[in-house]
Structure formats: structure tokens, C-alpha cells
């Protein structure tokens, strides 16, 4: 069965660094999506990207926070210098296209900022 | 915007006895409605939605839900749980005028443990 991978499934890293989340989404889907979820919150959306762009973003996606996808086949999120409020359970997601159609999650990467 | 609140953060419940998880919504607009599963180490899967028809939808391993619009809730039952469906249960809601994509609001989340 196909499924969304991310790496690495858990990161440390120093305030102030830079950090890279990778994600490999379902081959055949168009869009991808980063949630996080801070410890005892909820999960909340920070961007969606279609056609090698950004088609939404949060309040919360302001100019430290980037996505990319290099290669066709990676898709990744970049924090260019991470604070301590950073620290939390990063999830992607691909769907096919359609706003009903289900959104496939990875199984999450935990950044530790310290 | 959408805001959904699950009333209970944790469901304590034994063993072939039922479950019922609460989810209500506020939208200015329809949404679509869905619940997540999320197992221990695992990502958040799918276990069922409501877009549009019959209010009550199911799972494949036994879950249901009714979508009630008049009280904004899509709550998630289970008359009989295993050990297995110990897990944390997301109710989460998607803007239906959307014409791509599909952004998520979820819910805080329920802890169900389930006791032998």
C-alpha cells in the first residue's frame, strides 16, 4: 500500500540552526501539505503546495519557515533558524486533487529545538 | 474559518464495552467531516468521512459516525472495542467550497485506552 514517509522520525536540534524536514509523498498525488502539532495542542495546518507552489499557508508559515520540492519526488520543509516554540510533531501529507478526496499522513518527524 | 472541539482529551473504557467520542463544529460555511486514527508511532490514518448523503457513515473495523447539521457534531461510536482501537482519535473539518485541495482543522484529540 502506498504511503507517505518522512525523515528522520525524530530531530535535535541547537535554537538558532538551520533545520530541513524531508518527506516522500504518494507518487501520484498533486497536492502536499506540513501540519504540526505542539506537545498537548492540536494539530494545525501551516501550508499546502500544488504545482510547485504555494497554494495556502498559515499565519503560522511566516518568512522562517520554506518548502520545496527539489526533485519531483521529495518534498521538504525548512525552518532557518529555529526557536524554541519550533518544537513539535511535524506531519505531511499528500492528497489527490479535490477537497474531498483523503489526505495521506506520514508518520511524523519530532523537532526538539534546545 | 471552522473550529472543532472533542469534549473528552481522554476515554478510559474496558474491553467489549461501547465508546462514544464526542466532535462539535463551527463553520461559517459546509464542511466535510472526517475522523483520524492515530495508533502508537504510527501517522494519521483515515477512518471515515462524511461529504454528503447519508448521515451515518462506518468503517471497515466497526466505527460509525452521524454527521447531526442542527447540532453541528459528527460524533464516533463503537458498540464493542478491542484492545487494538487503543489509539488517539482526531475529528477534523474541511471547508466544502474549496475547489482544491484539502486543508484540515482538526479537532484536540481523544485518548482512547482500552482495558482488559
Known amino acids: 500500500e502506498p504511503e507517505v514517509t518522512q525523515t528522520p522520525s525524530h530531530q535535535v536540534t541547537q535554537m538558532g540552526q538551520e533545520v530541513i524536514l524531508r518527506c516522500v509523498p504518494i507518487s501520484n498525488h498533486l497536492y502536499f501539505y506540513w501540519y504540526r502539532q505542539i506537545l498537548g495542542q492540536k494539530v494545525e495546518f501551516l501550508v499546502s503546495f500544488y504545482n510547485n507552489e504555494i497554494s495556502e499557508k498559515s499565519e503560522i508559515f511566516d518568512d522562517q519557515f520554506s518548502v520545496e520540492r527539489p526533485d519531483g519526488s521529495n518534498f521538504t520543509l525548512k525552518i532557518r533558524s529555529t526557536k524554541l516554540e519550533d518544537s513539535a510533531m511535524y506531519f505531511c501529507?499528500?492528497?489527490?486533487?479535490?477537497?474531498?478526496?483523503?489526505?495521506?499522513f506520514g508518520q511524523g518527524t519530532r523537532l526538539t529545538v534546545v | 474559518a471552522q473550529s472543532v472541539t472533542q469534549l473528552d482529551s481522554q476515554v478510559p473504557v474496558f474491553e467489549e464495552a461501547p465508546v462514544e467520542l464526542r466532535c462539535n463544529y463551527s463553520s461559517s460555511v459546509s464542511v466535510y467531516l472526517f475522523w483520524y486514527v492515530q495508533y502508537p508511532n504510527q501517522g494519521l490514518q483515515l477512518l471515515l468521512k462524511?461529504?454528503?448523503?447519508?448521515?451515518l457513515v462506518e468503517s471497515i473495523n466497526g466505527f460509525e459516525a452521524e454527521f447531526n447539521k442542527s447540532q453541528t457534531s459528527f460524533h464516533l461510536r463503537k458498540p464493542s472495542v478491542h484492545i487494538s482501537d487503543t489509539a488517539e482519535y482526531f475529528c477534523a473539518v474541511s471547508d466544502m467550497g474549496r475547489t482544491a485541495g484539502n486543508k484540515l482543522t482538526f479537532g484536540g484529540g481523544t485518548r482512547v485506552l482500552v482495558k482488559p
Open positions: 462524511y461529504l454528503s448523503g447519508s448521515t
Open positions: 501529507a499528500s492528497s489527490e486533487q479535490g477537497p474531498n478526496t483523503e489526505a495521506f
